[in-house]
């Protein structure tokens, strides 16, 4: 409740605002005309040539003239060049077969664009790019090629791609990536020279914003080449207000920080400058979306401020304030006893600048139940870039600004989204404290309509969808069947930019938004999943019961029975009429892991203890769920076998080895528990564990 006041409302600012809404979007450049580089003979077969811009091979770079027609009503505008193609290809030494159209635009001048990718003996060949610039009458006006031929390699590679793979990824974000696809191509570097055989390792970072296509030549195994696919745009700027208080009409106080130049000695600056850029990271690899407005404006950050209020001045606030040219985070240093500096928090930083999100798409009206989502959207996308950022999800991802409120006493948060009435004693008693049920909603007029005491409803149905579970108090009985953060969020974060969420979106319309992100996103069960949330949360109704069915589900591997070595993978498969939300995993009845998409796959822990353990699956759909259980052995001393060994069968440590006691009993038995030494018997199950390796590396 303490980032109260999200922005400074004025005349001002809303006139602001309102010319900011109607600038007249920049006109685009019509192709200003490139210098002239050189004009070489015309190209034989056009028509008409006006224009030749040769590279430093000899062949041509760019040609413009006459050079072909097409029907300028043809639908199919790749094959209705068909004709024109093989003289264009010639101009550039290639044949017209190696050229394959991927991509037609058109403009808003009329013109039309044609990409044609460079094949050749079957390769792609990067860097190989040629577009046709057609008019609007159907002139093909021009053509701009880095495609060429003279390519004379033998595609036949002397590095293998393990070794291709190793060498990107040891040469790519330190070594913390994954590997997201793989090709063999011919390579035009983007340094120029002569092409290679290269091989096309597609890495994504792990920790970082990395989306690299790292080429190594085929035959001397060297990194030849980098495409990163995300581009280092973040902008930040960090400025100290010197005890000032927002809207800064002017400069707001020295430069502490610009990009690449973080602040040195100032801590609070620091963190503020970081978490911008975890923010800015978050959004970018999860959402794909440049700063707040996707079009990566700048993000500035003012650190010691000072907020006004009717109850005058405090330092315990954060604010996103936009309406004052270029938007700006602002926060204050805190009074170290309810808060610390608030820039420390990321949690803060990702909500103040989701709010510049909202503004920029939604513009969820701050008040009212507008205003309650618009504050719901800040902490559930804090909720997200904090998972994000940790790579873990744990109590402290459902609470908010729980880094920096009253510093003197940790565990505590300014809200909960997982039981939002936790804050309530923060409160005046006239307000309560954060609501988690819509029949229970403020209706005051304080909190602008109460944007941040009932923003508590929103943040619960999200937590609900994402974790799954019951109402923390009760409120409604059903249980909400959780899809997981990744899921949730990336259907809020839907609805609020793709045009589902609008000015004045109440509750009930954003659970029919989020549903229908939902059946944009995914599929019948996670809408399930969404309207069952909402309801929790007193929201509309639950869907009808017209999931009946439950899933099936069975444990394929490891089988009933069997013997495994600690740390085994357990293979589970589910299936379900409507759609299976998760399947969840436990070993002895303790939880070991949760998979949101098949395969449905675990790992049990390493330190498992010998013995027999029970494997519980557990499949949910949105409304039922259904179990399948096995038995497996651990092998170890004293270990009983289950089931009893047959006849002819011994039982060694828990594992059933053909014979019989060693003490000659023809009866066969359990030799761990037979009279046999110790010697005998761990000499056996050496034996026993012997046969179970030959047996599994059979089998795989
Ligand atoms: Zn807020």
């Known amino acids: 409740m303490r980032i109260r006041s999200r922005h400074v409302v004025s005349g001002t600012g809303l006139a602001a605002l309102l010319a900011v809404g109607c600038a007249a979007p920049e006109d685009a450049v019509p192709g200003a005309a490139a210098a002239r580089v050189a004009v070489a003979p015309t190209p034989g077969s056009f028509a008409r040539v006006d224009r030749v811009v040769v590279a430093d091979d000899g062949l041509p770079s760019f040609v413009r003239g006459d050079l072909g027609r097409i029907d300028p009503r043809a639908q199919d505008v790749p094959a209705a060049l068909g004709g024109v193609i093989p003289n264009i290809a010639a101009a550039f030494r290639m044949r017209a077969e190696d050229l394959i159209a991927y991509d037609v635009s058109r403009d808003e001048l009329g013109m039309t664009h044609v990409r044609y990718q460079q094949h050749k003996q079957g390769l792609r060949v990067v860097g190989g790019d040629l577009v046709v610039h057609l008019d609007a009458d159907g002139l093909v006006s021009a053509v701009t090629s880095t495609a060429r031929d003279g390519i004379d390699l033998d595609p036949i590679p002397t590095v293998d791609l393990d070794r291709a793979i190793a060498t990107a990824s040891a040469a790519t974000a330190g070594g913390a990536v994954t590997v997201h696809g793989s090709d063999l191509v011919y390579l035009f570097a983007s340094s120029g020279g002569a092409p290679y055989l290269a091989w096309e390792i597609e890495l994504v970072g792990t920790r970082e914003v990395v989306y690299d296509r790292v080429y190594v030549d085929a035959r001397s195994g060297a990194v030849v080449d980098r495409h990163p696919d995300v581009f280092p745009i973040k902008n930040r700027e960090v400025f100290d207000a010197q005890g000032r208080s927002p809207p800064f009409l002017s400069s707001p106080g020295p430069r502490l920080a610009t990009e690449g130049s973080p602040p040195a000695t100032d801590v609070t600056a620091r963190a503020a400058y970081d978490n911008t850029g975890i923010t800015y990271d978050c959004y970018k690899m999860k959402y794909n979306r440049d700063s707040y407005d996707n079009a990566g404006a700048k993000l500035t950050s003012v650190v010691h401020a000072v907020f006004q209020s009717q109850q005058g001045s405090t330092p315990n606030n954060a604010a996103w304030i936009g309406q004052f040219g270029p938007g700006m985070m602002v926060y204050g240093d805190g009074d170290g006893n309810l808060m610390g500096p608030l820039a420390r928090a990321l949690d803060v930083t990702a909500h103040e600048l989701t709010h510049a999100v909202t503004s920029s798409t939604a513009r969820l009206a701050y008040q009212n139940e507008s205003g309650a989502m618009n504050e719901a959207m800040s902490d559930i996308m804090a909720s997200v870039c904090e998972a994000w950022s940790e790579g873990a999800i744990n109590l402290q991802t459902w609470q908010v600004g729980e880094d920096v409120f009253t510093p003197a006493a940790p565990g505590d948060a300014m809200r909960y989204m997982y039981s939002p009435t936790l804050d309530s004693n923060l409160y005046p008693p006239e307000l309560g404290g954060s609501r988690d049920f819509y029949a229970d909603r403020y209706l005051g007029s304080q909190d602008n309509g109460g944007v941040h005491l009932n923003s508590g409803i929103a943040n619960l149905a999200f937590y609900l969808l994402s974790e799954g579970g019951l109402h923390p108090r009760q ?204 010697d005998s018997a761990s000499a056996l199950a050496l034996g026993a564990v012997g046969l179970l390796l030959a047996r599994r590396r059979r089998r795989a």
């Open 475 to 678: 409120r409604v009985t059903f249980r909400v069947n959780g899809i997981g953060i990744e899921k949730a969020g990336a259907i809020f974060q839907r609805a609020l930019t793709q045009g589902y969420f609008t000015s004045n979106t109440n509750f009930a319309q954003a659970r029919t938004a989020t549903e229908e992100a939902a059946r944009n996103l995914y599929g019948a069960a996670e809408v399930t999943a969404v309207s069952t949330a909402w309801a929790a949360v007193g929201v509309g109704q639950p869907p009808v019961a017209n999931d009946t069915t439950p899933p099936t589900v069975a444990i394929t591997s490891p089988a009933d029975g069997a013997s495994v070595t600690a740390g085994f993978a357990v293979d589970v498969t589910a299936t379900d009429d409507q759609g299976v939300l998760r399947v969840e995993l436990a070993v002895d009845g303790a939880l070991v892991g949760t998979d949101n998409s098949p395969p449905y796959q675990f790992t049990t822990a390493a330190d498992l203890a010998a013995g027999q353990h029970t494997l519980t699956a557990t499949a949910y759909d949105a409304a039922n769920q259904a179990t399948a259980t096995t038995t497996v052995t651990i092998p170890g001393p004293g270990v009983e076998c289950v089931p009893a060994c047959g006849d002819g069968e011994t039982c060694t440590d828990g594992v059933c080895v053909p014979g019989n006691p060693a003490d000659g009993d023809e009866t066969g038995g359990c030799l761990g528990c037979s009279t046999g030494g110790p």
